[in-house]
């Protein structure tokens, strides 16, 4: 069965920052594109960041460019989102997702197997 889980979420007041973390089983991701999708109410889950299966390519919204970093750990099928200078606009419930190796996969139909979410709220 394959399973994301994502963790690392939290309250943090503007400018802080927050690691997200999400553990893969069920199937070998080290192939996969990985990304962070974000979702608040009533709006569609847009996209955030994308590492190719290597590390070696990634992609950023412009909305989170130069303030988020993506990585991942294919040792420990992990994918993880280094967010700094958070802003109370970046409030949401960030999604883990994964698929098959393809680039840059940016649209959410484009990624079979989600997490169930964690929510990071940004106070201001």
């Known amino acids: 069965q394959v399973q994301l889980v994502e963790s690392g979420g939290g309250l943090v007041q503007a400018g802080g920052s927050l690691r997200l973390s999400c553990a893969a089983s069920?199937?070998?991701?080290?192939?996969?594109?990985m990304a962070w999708f974000r979702q608040t109410p009533g709006k569609e889950r847009e996209f955030v960041a994308a590492?190719?299966?290597?590390?070696?390519?990634?992609n950023y919204a412009d909305s989170v460019k130069g303030r988020f970093t993506i990585s991942r750990s294919n040792n420990k099928n992990a994918v993880y989102l280094q967010m700094n200078s958070l802003k109370p606009e970046d409030t949401a419930v960030y999604y883990c997702?994964?698929?098959?190796?393809?680039?840059?996969?940016?649209?959410?139909?484009?990624?079979?197997?989600w997490g169930q979410g964690t929510q990071v709220t940004v106070s201001s």
């Open positions: 997702a994964a698929d098959s190796s393809g680039w840059p996969r940016r649209s959410v139909y484009e990624y079979r197997y």
């Open positions: 069920g199937r070998t991701f080290s192939r996969d594109t």
């Open positions: 590492i190719y299966w290597s590390g070696g390519l990634t």
